[in-house]
């Protein structure tokens, strides 16, 4: 039977600036659910007419990055593990960069305002016509609602959210927590390529997204953490860069611990001896900053 099949399709209609714990599912899934998700860029089509000061005009500040879903996972419940393998990320034909003042790490530095188009072309991405990029379809915000309240699409979290991070791709796998009967798992903001702490703003593009849900019960995790094919991540989450570089080693360390029976002292040893840091969402916002620690899976 073809796979494409097999796929449960979810409208891009059913979006959400939100993670809410008590909001409705949009529809309910099973454990082992393949879904084929419609993804809104992150502008949610503002940008499509190119005029900036009608964007300005429409935008809300906190509204932004919809999150296709929530979509309800039957028989997850708080203290289990939500595992999201994304399989593929297929692209729009087109994306957008707005440049406006007070956005980014840059923000306090005024540019004239303005929106540029970036145009997929198989696995480059062109600006302005003579600036060839390389493809890196990654997927911004990926997230669970919290145990109670909620927390915007745009920011940032132990539920997971906007992490920003580019190994958030096809192939890999992400682990999130659950807190909330049913995880209420959202994801959106895709980027055709992005820039490791997203500077200003990564290239924000409509997309399809292939994910299979599966609830792993009785795993519960403090925070998430994610697996490619040739490596483990630990990540943290702080209003502090440093203080969210040491919440990602300090779990990288529980992990080796855990995985490989060392001692603590040994972890530390392993950490300093490969264990990479990495910057994910470290572009202002108003949010907070993500890291990461990467440890090879060959050395598990």
């Known amino acids: 039977m073809n796979s494409e099949v097999e796929r449960q399709r979810i409208s891009a209609r059913h979006a959400t600036c939100e993670f809410d714990a008590d909001a409705s599912p949009v529809v309910w899934v099973p454990s082992h659910a393949r879904l084929t998700v419609e ?53 729009a034909p087109r994306g ?10 840059l923000g306090d530095q005024p540019r004239e305002p303005g929106i540029e188009p970036f145009d997929v072309h198989g696995d480059e991405v062109r600006f302005a016509g003579r600036v060839n990029l390389p493809a890196r379809p990654m997927v911004g915000t990926i997230g669970v609602a919290p145990a109670t309240g909620s927390i915007i699409t745009l920011s940032l979290g132990d539920h997971g959210g906007n992490l920003d991070f580019n190994e958030i791709a096809a192939g890999t796998t992400v ?6 009967p049913g ?13 490791d ?18 609830v792993l019960r009785g795993e519960s995790l403090e925070r998430p953490w994610f697996e490619t094919a040739t490596h483990v991540m630990t990540v943290g989450v702080a209003d502090d ?11 990288m360390e529980e992990r080796l611990m855990h995985d490989l029976d060392v001692t603590p002292t040994q972890a530390r040893m392993l950490s300093g001896a490969v264990v990479d840091l990495r910057l994910g969402q470290a572009g202002g916002y108003g949010v907070p900053v993500s890291a990461y620690a990467r440890f090879p899976k060959s050395a598990l």
Request: proline share 5%.
């Open 175 to 180: 682990y999130l927590p659950v807190r909330a």
């Open 197 to 214: 702490g997203e500077a200003h703003s990564g290239v924000n593009i409509t997309a399809e997204i292939d994910v299979t849900l599966d």
């Open 39 to 91: 993804a809104r860029d992150a502008y949610d089509g503002h940008c499509d007419d190119l005029d900036v000061a009608a964007f300005a005009r429409r935008r809300t500040p906190g509204r932004m990055n919809p999150c296709t879903g929530p979509i309800g996972v039957r028989d997850a419940a708080p203290g289990d593990t939500l595992r999201v393998q994304i399989e593929a990320v297929r692209l």
């Open 241 to 251: 860069l440093t203080d969210a570089l040491r919440q990602a080693t300090a779990g």
């Open 183 to 195: 995880a209420l798992f959202g994801i959106g903001d895709v980027h055709a390529t992005m820039g």
């Open 96 to 105: 957008y960069v707005a440049a406006l003042p007070g956005t980014g790490i």
